[in-house]
């Protein structure tokens, strides 16, 4: 018989705390990180995504309603805040997002998804899948700056770099046999 022992922030992740210093509701309870949402994206009330009303939509509420859906008064359609975002159409909880996405901004060398999937606690499929939607979401729309449309820092620009080296003796070579002399 092998006894496992729980680490207490495995325990902690089993009772849905927060651990490493996210303290902060948005970061564990699904419903404030909504609210957070909310405020950020409609500062001035809900705006329908389809047909662009601002500030005339109704919350529904109820037991078959999940929460944070509003109803347009005007085209009478369903929205909630994740309409037109990366978080749209996810199973992975709002305050899943929302900290990945914090960790993933925050981070000054930048985050794989292993690092994000034992931050989370989610899979390692699961940390994949969030972290390249949040970068695709952080890409600039506005310049094409892809590798197939001008490279690094956009076409007919200069890129410079600090502290680079490139190239080196032959007889450095660390697979191929030196050229002979």
Known sequence: MTYHRQTASQKAYERGTPTDGYHEPLFYDEDKAREHLEALRWPSGPICPHCGVVDNARKLEGKSTRPGVYKCCDCRKPFSVTVGTVFERSKIKLNKWVLATHLLSSS???????????????????????AHRIREAMRDNNNDIDIGNGGLGGENTVVEADETYVGGKAKNRAFKEPPKK
């Open 108 to 130: 000054k060398k930048g985050m794989s998804a292993h690092q994000l999937h034992r931050m989370l606690g989610v899979t390692y499929k699961t940390a994949w899948f969030m």
